[in-house]
């Protein structure tokens, strides 16, 4: 008689993880385009300093050398950082929306706690040097986490969480 193995559901099924992949994709790309644009506004500098900068969390000072391989790093790294906050706000939506009811609500004030995450607990963790607060800089970065990430994810999430399972 032959033997079959039993396989449990996936805690992260197709569906969920296309969710997430889809979600890190669109709100991941506002994010950094948002960023580049408001970076290259306001320096007039090389946009291609704000991906090196990411990098540099991870490889300090020598992000900074020539080449497009420390940008392409600092991208990686940036998409790596979203997929996590995704996951994070994947998994704690359903009980987040008992609270806010409002899809759209939950998604901007989770992107405050993304900036309050990676400001105070995950850049202190990095070799990125230290810097004072500038409060027109924090607000600007958490307009744009709301509109880049908030907005997307509380819309994607409604629509995942809504829908037939």
């Known amino acids: 008689m032959p ?3 039993y396989s449990s559901p996936s805690p ?5 993880l296309y969710t997430i992949l889809k979600a890190t994709l669109i709100a991941g790309s506002l994010d950094i385009i948002f ?3 408001q970076f290259y506004i306001k320096t007039q500098k090389s946009p291609v300093l704000v991906l090196r900068y990411i990098a540099s969390a991870v490889f300090g000072k020598s992000a900074n050398n020539d080449g497009a391989v420390m940008p392409a ?3 990686l790294f940036h998409y790596l950082v979203v997929l996590g906050w995704v996951t994070i706000f994947f998994l704690i939506y359903p009980k987040i ?3 806010i009811k409002n899809s759209i609500v939950a998604g901007l004030l989770y992107a405050i706690v993304i900036w309050l ?3 105070f607990v995950v850049l202190p963790l990095t070799l990125v040097p230290s810097r004072s607060l500038q409060i027109q800089q924090a607000l600007i ?6 509109v880049a990430i908030g907005l997307p994810l509380g819309l994607i999430m409604k629509k995942y969480y809504q829908r037939p399972q």
Not at 12 to 16: A, R, T
Not at 141 to 146: E, F, G, H, K, V
């Open 117 to 119: 995450g990676m400001s």
């Open 141 to 146: 970065a958490i307009l744009i986490l709301m």
């Open 73 to 75: 790093v600092g991208l």
């Open 12 to 16: 992260l099924s197709n569906k969920k």
């Open 3 to 5: 033997v079959t193995a």
């Open 35 to 37: 960023a580049l644009t």
């Open 97 to 99: 929306i008992l609270v």
